[in-house]
């Protein structure tokens, strides 16, 4: 038997100064891919990427840390998401460079919601730098388990944030950079792990000559090794929660 294949749930692929071969990269290694975009004037051309693709999917997105700059390209982004069945990066971003747009990020996030809500069938990658809680209130508050779902990305949280993630049944996506932290290391190990998928987040995170793929296969390793099972069955667990997400609600 070949062993599972890996998770990249959350990747700007459109960023990589050569899009058409980080996509392609993608699909001859058979890694199922969220590419995420931050803005949905990319929309078309990453809809366009992915037409013929096996493993990647692509993701309409407006990302908390533009919205400053391109409030106005909600319409755009609302004209686009009756072809969209992934939504992503979109959410809240409270970091010292962007609280200062808080609260039109949380307008424009509120909208998001109410649309997926409205259209249902949607799957969300959801960034919440230091706005864990904000993201939760707005998650529970516009978007009912049974019109979408949720896979929050890079979350760090509390505990008590994330025991409320998993009662809302969202899903975490897990990349190297949170490994490298003790504190999210603690907070990694207690997510169930029917909720765990993988992501790179790329090309955001800085890993020297290593590639995406070899990325992954140490995220995988060492979530493994994090939760005392061995890397295949992890992987297989990330790939059959991947595949459980996807089904349709
Ligand atoms: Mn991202």
């Known amino acids: 038997m070949s062993p599972p294949r890996l998770v990249d749930f959350h990747c700007h692929l459109d960023l990589y100064p050569n899009p058409d071969t980080a996509f392609a990269e993608q699909e001859s290694a058979a890694v199922y891919t969220l590419a995420v975009t931050t803005t949905p004037r990319a929309w078309p051309r990453n809809k366009e990427l992915t037409h013929k ?47 200062r747009s808080l609260a039109l990020q949380r307008r ?30 707005l998650l529970e508050a516009h978007l009912p388990p049974d019109r979408g779902r949720v896979v929050l990305h890079w979350f760090t949280g509390t505990k008590a944030d994330v025991q409320r993630a998993v009662a809302m049944g969202c899903y975490f996506s897990v990349n190297a950079a949170m490994l490298s932290s003790e504190r999210h290391r603690v907070l990694v190990a207690a997510l169930p792990g029917d909720r765990l998928l993988t992501e790179t987040d790329g090309p955001f995170i800085k890993s020297g000559q290593t590639t995406r793929i070899d990325q992954l296969r140490r995220t995988v390793e060492d979530l493994a090794l994090l939760r005392s099972m061995d890397a295949e069955s992890t992987a297989a667990l990330i790939l059959a929660n991947m595949r459980r997400l996807v089904s349709t609600v």
């Open 53 to 99: 693709a096996r493993y990647v999917r692509a993701a309409l997105g407006l990302h908390p840390q533009v919205v400053a700059e391109r409030f106005h390209e909600l319409q755009l982004w609302e004209r686009y998401l009756p072809d969209a069945r992934y939504v992503g990066e979109v959410g809240l971003d409270a970091g010292p460079t962007h609280h």
């Open 108 to 137: 424009l996030f509120l909208r998001i919601l109410q649309l997926c809500a409205e259209v249902g069938d949607r799957i969300l990658s959801v960034h919440s730098v230091r706005a864990t809680s904000d993201v939760l209130d």
